[in-house]
């Protein structure tokens, strides 16, 4: 019997564990030196109390804990808020055992106490440090994103607003695939298992990234797996918006194109006007002389000079007089001159033009160049007849001419590449007549614009300030 005890006083003592030993009401009947150094307290000063660890407002708590496990039902581990003798408190891990007698009637129980106040502290450090790590990232202008296994786990207020989210919980959840190309999955996929075994940032990578609401843009992407100094694992992903900057590529790289075009149009219209000046002095001379096809030659000889004009325009656009114009007198007069054509292709031409508008500051010539190209690109469009309606209206210290057409409209894709030079979806067209028109209202301080559909036709915006604007 003593070597029993014995052996239970060892087991009691040798763990790290604190142990208390408390009869069905709750009285402490033994304990062992580890409980004694957890709580402060003394085998002898705690002997005979009732629930001396345990906080008076969780006392009653406990009790009903015991007769669960007197009822027979189960209890698992749990964490509790202990009590030591000087009013302090700390976390424990607790189990708690029913000891029964020979009749399997329960006499008392074991309980068993882990100290947890390091593990606690260490949770509420790490989740503050989480708190303070997410409240960066969520003032961050930088649109960023944190994600876990391929699903996202938090985006900033940058990172919604680019995407087009109302809040960020639009993406909790949500696989980070949804957000890319189907087929860049399998290289964004190598690229995270890359990421996951360095510290380091990736290079940004340029993709296409797709909003909620579908549609696509440019944009770089550089990612770091963190974990160091916070604890939680995640891949940090940063996003930049390439759109404004790919637009201001296009400017340059399209300016660039123009001013090519400008040199050499300048050169071909100096190599081509001296011997056409040449050339139409002796049609003249054989027109006197009545000789044949005299007038064939005329015609063909002022095509080319149209086109050395048009090559003139490119190079300088600028070399006019400007004077005030009614833009309504413009458009009937070309409107005039496109009659025949019209009748050609079964197209009429509806005018809602506003009255009272003021004249605008303009070169009356190249205005209505830009109308007879738009017009005509319309016309040419409506191969199975159909209306054009041309109005206006004021906006601010602006006058719009608007051009609908119902023709077969152009695609998405080839509507942004409308204006470069030699771009064209005509079978015969050099894409320089839109570009010309697109110069001359710039020149103008004006704003040429295009929107289309396809099979429903496609829309010409021209806007004009009504004063001169100074190039």
Not at 91 to 99: C, G, H, K, L
Not at 155 to 182: E, P, Q, W
Request: aromatic share 8%.
């Amino acid at each position: 019997m003593r070597l029993k005890e014995h052996l239970i006083d060892s087991l009691m003592n040798l763990t790290s564990d604190g142990i208390v030993i408390v009869d069905t009401h709750g009285t402490v009947l033994e304990v062992n030196k580890k409980f004694e150094e957890l709580h402060g307290w003394t085998r002898e000063e705690v002997i005979g109390k009732v629930l001396p660890m345990t906080p008076d407002i969780h006392k009653a708590e406990a009790l009903r804990l015991y007769q669960t496990l007197i009822n027979g039902g189960q209890v698992n581990d749990f964490e509790a808020l202990k009590l030591r003798k000087d009013g302090s408190t700390f976390y424990a891990n607790v189990t708690v055992s029913p000891v029964k007698n020979n009749e399997g009637v329960v006499i008392g129980f074991v309980g068993v106490e882990r100290d947890i106040s390091e593990k606690k502290r260490a949770e509420e450090e790490l989740l503050e440090r989480e708190k303070q790590f997410r409240r960066l990232i969520k003032l961050s202008p930088e649109p960023i994103v944190l994600h876990k296994d391929g699903y996202v786990n938090f985006v900033n207020d940058a990172c919604c607003k680019l995407f087009g989210g109302a809040t960020t919980d639009d993406f909790k959840g949500r696989s980070i695939y949804d957000f890319f190309s189907s087929n860049d999955k399998d290289l964004i996929s190598a690229q995270l298992e890359q990421v996951m075994q360095s510290d380091n940032y990736t290079d940004f990578m340029e993709r296409k990234l797709q909003k909620l609401d579908g549609t696509f843009f440019d944009a770089e992407i550089s990612s770091i797996y963190v974990h160091k100094n916070l604890g939680f694992p995640v891949v940090q992903t940063v996003i930049r918006d390439l759109t404004e900057r790919k637009k201001s590529e296009e400017a340059i790289i399209r300016s660039e194109k123009l001013s090519l075009i400008g040199q050499l149009a300048a050169g071909i219209a100096h190599d081509i006007r001296n011997p056409l000046t040449s050339l139409k002095g002796f049609v003249h001379l054989l027109k006197a002389k009545k000789a044949d096809y005299v007038d064939v030659m005329m015609e063909e000889l002022e095509h080319i000079n149209y086109v050395v004009n048009e090559f003139m325009t490119l190079a300088k656009p600028h070399l006019h007089f400007y004077m005030e114009s009614k833009t309504q007198e413009l458009v009937q007069s070309v409107v005039g001159f496109l009659q025949p054509h019209t009748h050609l292709y079964n197209v009429q031409i509806q005018l809602n033009m506003q009255q009272d508008v003021p004249a605008i500051y303009c070169n009356p010539d190249q205005i209505k160049q830009v109308l007879l190209n738009v017009l005509k690109n319309a016309i040419e469009s409506m191969t199975g007849g159909g209306f054009i309606r041309i109005s206006s209206r004021k906006l601010n210290h602006s006058l719009v001419i608007c051009v609908e057409d119902q023709g077969v409209g152009i695609t998405e894709e080839r509507l942004s590449q409308l204006g470069e030079p030699f771009f064209t979806t005509k079978v015969n067209g050099n894409g320089l007549g839109l570009m010309v028109c697109k110069r001359i209202i710039e020149g103008h301080g004006g704003k040429l614009s295009i929107r289309s559909q396809i099979n429903l036709g496609t829309t010409v915006e021209i806007e004009l300030p009504f004063k001169k604007i100074m190039a």
